[in-house]
Nanobody, 118 residues
Framework: QVHLVESGGGLVQPGGSLRLSCVASGTIANIRAMGWYRQAPGKERELVATINNYGDTNYKDSVKGRFTISGDNAKSTWYLQMNSLKPDDTAVYYC????????????WGQGTQVTVSS
């Protein structure tokens, strides 16, 4: 199994920046991809950004050019750098790991709140 712990959320003014961190523990050698998702009140959880073991990244259109996903394998930590934040970015942000055993499994962190408001 893989255990994920997010941190770095908080309250920030529009135009500000935050960096979210996700620390993984457990069978991390089986991780094939990491991702950040978010869920705003009354809305479904949506993909924000992903990165695979080859370093390939994918972003939601509305965050392209503002958010950057990265990973530090030595620290088993993945990051989401968020710049030029907008009120629409307000949500609970979740870290996700896709872990390969016989089948591909999804693991989730507990979430961290990001609030963009003046």
């Amino acid at each position: 199994q893989v255990h994920l712990v997010e941190s770095g959320g908080g309250l920030v003014q529009p135009g500000g920046s935050l960096r979210l961190s996700c620390v993984a523990s457990g069978t991390i050698a089986n991780i094939r991809a990491m991702g950040w998702y978010r869920q705003a009140p009354g809305k479904e959880r949506e993909l924000v950004a992903t990165i695979n073991n080859y370093g390939d990244t994918n972003y939601k259109d509305s965050v392209k050019g503002r958010f950057t996903i990265s990973g530090d394998n030595a620290k088993s930590t993945w990051y989401l750098q968020m710049n030029s934040l907008k009120p629409d970015d307000t949500a609970v942000y979740y870290c996700n790991a896709k872990v390969q055993y016989t089948l591909l499994h999804n693991y989730w962190g507990q979430g961290t709140q990001v609030t963009v408001s003046s």
